[in-house]
């Protein structure tokens, strides 16, 4: 207003929303072209030297360092989620995102500050989930006291560290359900709804619950689970159109999330398969089990079970049951909040399960009785748990989800300085840095043993961990024997040792696998040598490449 005191406060309002809205640019951006044009239409002479003035650079550490009206702001980030969206421009269609970025990105992330953005320069390519960035010419916003930043068509941003694949480029077309699985953002899809029903969601902040539908989708790539935060009017079996409903991932599993900004019709397509078909391809296997899936079908057999006691928040005795069970493809542990209580060796089939983490592994939970279904039938001759290990290639497991009761091969291409005597944390196990738990500050540790290694199939690699008892089985020595061996020649000659006796060599390991953002690492149960003479290793590799002399 200071520089055209004649103009309408309202209009000037209105422009700075028709850059925003129209031509994608900000206030901050637009702000010297809204004032040659209010300048031009209130008679005011227009001269080369009327500017925004320019703001010196404000380079910042967290976000706690900004204020609401920052411009022209430096600052390193962690980019956690990306999510584009089309939005028509003058009839035509570009793509604008928003997303999580959260500051201190070199620590943990328990010691950083999580900031909404919006990307209105189109930098997907830089953007992606998982990478590390420096943002040189970002903005500040606020609306309703709550603080974003802006990344603009000027914002210069610096990759630091690469994260996972960039955010693709969407459009009108509807996308398979295998393919809007992979990505993260809006969608489109035809499906046929295979499950509907009614729930709730509680409030974080504790003022009530909202109304909300879950289910599931098909086609023939295969199912997805949604969520719809509003009415959802279509029924079991009807196959339906939504346009942009948005993929999101509910801890390892994605679901496609309904809102207002949703078109849901019906679809008319004969050739497309009724319920009997594409009900095959919502059941499950063990190996298929991610963390944070519902409405779970499997079919399992009991391996062990056993109950607890335990005294519940409102001080009353709670009794949860679980064990292991198994199928063709793996294992994994089964915890039930109801009164079920099979034998081991029964044969069950569950509908409508759930999936959590325990202990780093996928964890099938029922809460009801009606949920399990004994089996009189056996599906399968009857395992043998003892033996029941499943062999996966190196490169399956690291492009796979985290697995239990595996078996795998890899050539040992590193030992870690910290393999040998470490101290753990009493009260979380954790290791302790500088007599130091990351959780519980100063301790008086206890003493364990732990060898650490990199293996590698010439493909893929993942970390080797082996806890005191398949060390010690490994070492062929006890934990006291290693302790002394380190007061002898100290740690750095105990790893040099155990170097000269691991490296390059071919190491079978039967565990189980945890697989996250950092990479995949296998947990060993018990870990040794392949045995194999040089001519029956030459023939096996002369027997995968179809070499013939």
């Not at 930098?123 to 903005?139: C, D």
């Not at 198994?326 to 034998?343: M, Q, V």
């Amino acid at each position: 207003m200071q520089e055209c005191p004649e103009a309408d406060e309202d209009g000037i309002g209105k422009e700075f929303a028709r850059y925003e809205e129209e031509f994608l640019i900000p206030p901050e951006d637009a702000l010297r072209s809204v004032i040659r044009k209010f300048q031009v239409a209130t008679g005011k002479e227009v001269t080369s030297g009327i500017s925004a003035p320019v703001r010196a650079e404000k380079k910042v550490n967290r976000f706690s360092e900004l204020g609401a009206d920052d411009k022209n702001v430096s600052i390193e980030v962690a980019v956690v989620t990306y999510t584009p969206r089309i939005q028509t421009v003058r009839g035509e269609e570009r793509q604008v995102a928003f997303g999580w970025i959260e500051d201190n990105p070199w620590e943990s992330s328990s010691k950083r500050e999580r900031w909404d953005f919006k990307d209105w320069g189109e930098k997907s390519e830089s953007l992606a989930p998982g990478s590390i960035v420096r943002l040189e010419g970002a903005s500040v916003n606020e609306w309703n006291d709550k603080r974003s930043l802006n990344i603009n068509r000027t914002t210069r941003v610096t990759i630091l560290r690469e994260g996972g694949a960039a955010a693709p480029q969407i459009n009108d077309e509807p996308l398979s359900i295998s393919k809007a699985s992979e990505v993260e953002g809006y969608v489109n899809v035809v499906a046929r709804i295979l499950t509907s029903k009614p729930g709730v969601i509680v409030r974080r902040d504790g003022s009530g619950q909202m109304d909300v539908v879950r289910g599931s989708l098909a086609d023939p790539s295969g199912s997805i689970g949604f969520l719809s935060w509003v009415p959802f009017e279509h029924q079991e079996g009807s196959l339906v159109k939504i346009v942009g409903a948005s993929v999101r991932k509910f801890k390892d599993t994605p679901e496609i999330n309904i809102s207002d900004g949703t078109v849901i019709e019906p679809y008319h397509d004969t050739a497309f398969p009724d319920m009997s078909e594409l009900a095959v391809s919502s059941k499950s296997t063990i190996a298929d089990l991610r963390n944070g899936m519902r409405d779970v079908e499997v079919t399992l057999q009991v391996e062990s079970w056993n109950q607890r006691t335990f005294d519940g928040e409102d001080g009353s005795q709670r009794v949860v049951r679980s064990g292991d069970v198994i199928d063709p493809s793996g294992r994994c542990r089964l915890t039930a909040w109801c009164e079920f209580d099979p034998k081991p060796g029964d044969f069950i089939h569950i509908e409508g399960g759930r999936v959590q983490f325990w202990q780093g592994s996928p964890d099938l939970v029922i809460d009801q009785i009606e949920q399990v279904i004994d089996l009189s039938d056996p599906p399968w001759k009857k395992i043998d748990p003892e033996g029941h290990w499943i062999d996966l290639d190196l490169t399956d497991i690291v492009n796979g989800g985290s697995r239990r009761g595996i078996k795998t091969l890899g050539t040992v291409v590193a030992v870690r300085p910290d393999s040998g005597i470490v101290e753990r944390c009493p009260e979380c196990r954790r290791v302790l840095r500088d007599s130091a738990c990351m959780e519980h500050g100063p301790q008086r540790g206890h003493e364990d043993l732990r060898l650490r290694f990199v293996i590698d199939n010439g493909v893929s690699n993942a970390s080797l961990l082996m806890s005191r008892e398949p060390a010690e089985a490994f070492l062929g020595i006890g934990m006291d024997e290693v302790r002394d061996q380190i007061a002898s020649e100290g740690r750095d000659g105990f790893v040099a040792s155990l170097r000269t006796r691991a490296l390059s060599g071919a190491m079978v390991v039967h565990g189980r696998t945890i697989v996250d953002d950092y990479g995949a690492m296998v947990l060993a149960d018990t870990a040794e040598f392949e045995e194999s003479s040089p001519s029956e290793a030459a023939q096996e590799v002369m027997q995968r490449w179809g070499v013939v002399l």
